[in-house]
Nanobody
Framework: QVQLVESGGGLVQAGGSLRLSCTAS????????MGWFRQAPGKEREFVAA????????YLVDSVKGRFTISRDKAKNTVYLQMNSLKPEDTAVYYC????????????????????WGQGTQVTVSS
């Protein structure tokens, strides 16, 4: 079992930046894909980004390409989501997710494919 803890959310003005972190603990000795999802009030949970075990491959939703970057520090068991040029429509609770896999692909967009979830961190972008 892996435990995931997010941090870094907050309130920011449109055009600003935030960096979210998610640290894994527990059974971290296995190949592990990590991703980010978000959920706005009244909406379904939406895929944002995922990164392969090696960190060499990433997968992002079109709406954040060019603004968000996902990366990971394997030594720290931590994945990051750097969010730039934030827009009010980015406002949501952001969740970290993980699954025991090596590679990312189209499967990464489906929240049902992930076994582990963090508690979420609120990101609010004011206009």
């Amino acid at each position: 079992q892996v435990q995931l803890v997010e941090s870094g959310g907050g309130l920011v003005q449109a055009g600003g930046s935030l960096r979210l972190s998610c640290t894994a603990s527990g059974r971290t000795d296995r190949p592990y894909v990590m991703g980010w999802f978000r959920q706005a009030p009244g909406k379904e949970r939406e895929f944002v980004a995922a990164i392969s075990w090696s960190g060499g491959s990433t997968y992002l939703v079109d709406s954040v390409k060019g603004r968000f970057t996902i990366s990971r520090d394997k030594a720290k068991n931590t994945v990051y989501l750097q969010m730039n040029s934030l827009k009010p429509e980015d406002t949501a609770v952001y969740y970290c997710a993980g699954d025991v896999r090596l590679y990312v692909g189209s499967w990464a967009r489906d929240p049902n494919e992930y076994d582990d979830w963090g508690q979420g961190t609120q990101v609010t972008v004011s206009s």
